[in-house]
């Protein structure tokens, strides 16, 4: 079982900027896809976007332009460079490793592990 721990969430003012960081264990990390997700309360858990083995990225339309998802295969590491928040970026955030990139309709399906996020609150 690869184990996955997000971290870097926390209080942020409105504008401001975070950076979380996704670290897993396991020797394949750089064959696998990787998925960042949000869930705010009484909402369902929904990709803020994903990495490709490769490097290739997928973004949700409304955190284009604002976030940006990075890979250190050496460190077994993603990362999640969200600048300009707003208050409706207020969510649990989660990383999930192993799922399936889907280039032809920019998305990704979620498989394997998952951490147990990391809490991104902005007040406004």
């Known amino acids: 079982q690869v184990q996955v721990v997000e971290s870097g969430g926390g209080l942020v003012q409105t504008g401001g900027s975070l950076k979380l960081s996704c670290v897993t264990s396991g020797s394949t990390f750089s064959i696998n896809a990787i998925g960042w997700y949000r869930q705010a309360p009484g909402q369902r858990r929904a990709l803020v976007g994903a990495i490709s083995s490769g490097g290739s990225t997928i973004y949700a339309d409304s955190v284009k332009g604002r976030f940006t998802i990075s890979r250190d295969n050496a460190k077994n590491m993603v990362y999640l460079q969200m600048n300009s928040l707003k208050p409706e970026d207020t969510a649990v955030y989660y990383c999930?490793?192993?799922?399936?990139?889907?280039?032809?309709?920019?998305?990704?399906?979620?498989?394997?592990?998952w951490g147990q996020g990391t809490q991104v609150t902005v007040s406004s």
């Open positions: 999930n490793v192993g799922g399936i990139y889907h280039s032809d309709i920019s998305g990704y399906s979620p498989l394997g592990s």
